[in-house]
């Protein structure tokens, strides 16, 4: 044998003897070797394995680096004695006992320990600052009740804003989509009651009561659903609450288009009869903003006084504008108040983003003056951006809560004496 052999599995043998030390296994039956082959003039083939992070050879796995030797000595040197591969234990293994009494073998699978059930998912509401104060209105909230929505199961969670896809209704049918107004008004009653027993008595109803009542093609009557919105009026009435509500920026009575003003009133007309069937009074209103601008306010504002005007006496009757923080301040709502004897619902949060030339105390006194004359009571809203807001999109998101009331707020709403408000 010529010394460049011996050399070649001397230096074999040294790396099987460093790789059993460090634990690291062998495999003789493992043959997955790139090579770049190089002819000398003596005969023997010699190999050089090109480095690469994990390398194997023909009995020799090793990692991070590049071994060259001899072609032949790696078949001699697949005749050591390498360390069997250890066997992993199969999962699906189990021991069990062979009679009953019988313990588990030492190693054996155990048996699977049962959960403890999982508590049930309590919802907390923050602790708030009581505060002192001397105004003398009704504070509520719109559309969603966290405590109840947040119920688990979800099964036993409330809330009044079931809906769907159009897709959805056009699959199932207009007998299936109707029950989502049945449940949602059904939960309008757990709503109120729940209001009731924590002292709230203003709440704004959602308008996804009745989804796709409004739709021109898949539009429908409430009167269906007449019997259990006359029982949540009559609820709502016992205890003395105000329910209103405020259909969405899609209102557009201002709109160029013949279209869209037809969807606007059909909406508004929805919205009309929920509250007629649940047989609530005047004080039960209908906000709206006043729309888009449409690259001419004037104009724009013109259209918006015909649309009221041509409304059915019913849906005007309810009809209220609010001032909004982007196209339409108070001061220029007030005017068309004003001149066609609809209330107007003054926003604190739009008017700081969108002031008047006039102060709100001017705005208030002028406006419920309105409310006044209509046997309206007066209604106001409240809110604040959210925290750390500096942009004006950042602005515009209302936050969680008030941490203060406003101050031009007055005690009494600025409602003449001897009247109710809100």
Not at 168 to 183: H, I, V
Request: proline content about 6%; some cysteine; overall charge neutral.
């Amino acid at each position: 044998m010529s010394d460049g052999l011996v050399s070649s599995l001397d230096q074999v043998g040294q790396v099987g003897q460093t790789l059993r030390r460090s634990g690291r296994l062998l495999s003789a039956a493992a043959s997955s070797v790139q090579v770049q082959e190089t002819y000398s003039a003596d005969g023997p083939l010699v190999s050089r394995v090109s480095k690469r992070k994990r390398v194997e050879t023909r009995g020799v796995v090793v990692e991070g680096e590049a071994i060259t030797v001899n072609a032949t000595a790696f078949d001699e040197a697949a005749t050591l004695e390498l360390p069997s591969p250890k066997k992993k234990r199969s999962k699906k293994a189990k021991a069990s006992p062979q009679n009953e009494g019988d313990e588990f073998v030492e190693g054996a699978a155990k048996p699977k320990r049962k959960r403890a059930p999982i508590p049930e998912p309590v919802y907390v509401i923050p602790d708030v600052e009581k505060k002192e104060t001397t105004f003398k209105g009704r504070l509520g909230y719109a559309c969603l009740n966290t405590v109840l929505r947040n119920k688990k199961p979800a099964t036993d969670s409330i809330f009044c804003s079931r809906t769907c896809r159009l897709d959805s209704l056009k699959k199932n049918g207009a007998e299936w989509l109707k029950d989502f107004g049945r449940k949602n008004v059904g939960d309008l009653k757990a709503i109120i009651q729940w209001n009731e027993d924590n002292n709230i008595r203003f709440f704004r109803l959602s308008s996804e009561m009745f989804p796709f009542a409004s739709h021109a093609d898949h539009g429908y009557s409430l009167e269906y659903c007449a019997g259990i919105l006359a029982e949540a009026g009559a609820l709502a009435r016992k205890y003395g609450h105000r329910l209103t509500v405020h259909p969405g920026q899609y209102i557009q009575l201002g709109s160029p288009k013949p279209d869209v003003v037809e969807a606007a009133c059909r909406d508004l007309a929805y919205h009309c009869e929920m509250l007629d069937l649940m047989g609530m009074g005047p004080d039960s209103v209908m906000i709206i903003h006043g729309g888009g601008v449409y690259d001419d306010k004037t104009a724009t504002l013109e259209r918006l006084k015909q649309s009221i005007r041509d409304l059915p006496t019913n849906v005007r009757n309810r009809l209220v504008l609010e001032n909004d923080e982007m196209c339409y301040n108070a001061e220029e709502l007030l005017e068309v108040c004003e001149e066609l004897d609809v209330p107007l619902v003054f926003d604190y949060h739009h008017d700081a983003i969108y002031p008047s030339s006039i102060s709100p105390q001017e705005i208030i006194k002028r406006a419920n003056t309105i409310f006044d004359r209509r046997g309206i009571k007066p209604k106001q809203h409240l809110s604040e951006p959210r925290p750390g807001a500096v942009t004006m999109m950042e602005r515009r998101a209302h936050a969680d809560r008030c941490e203060n009331l406003p101050d031009d707020l007055p005690d009494d709403m600025g409602a003449p004496p001897n009247s109710q408000f809100d």
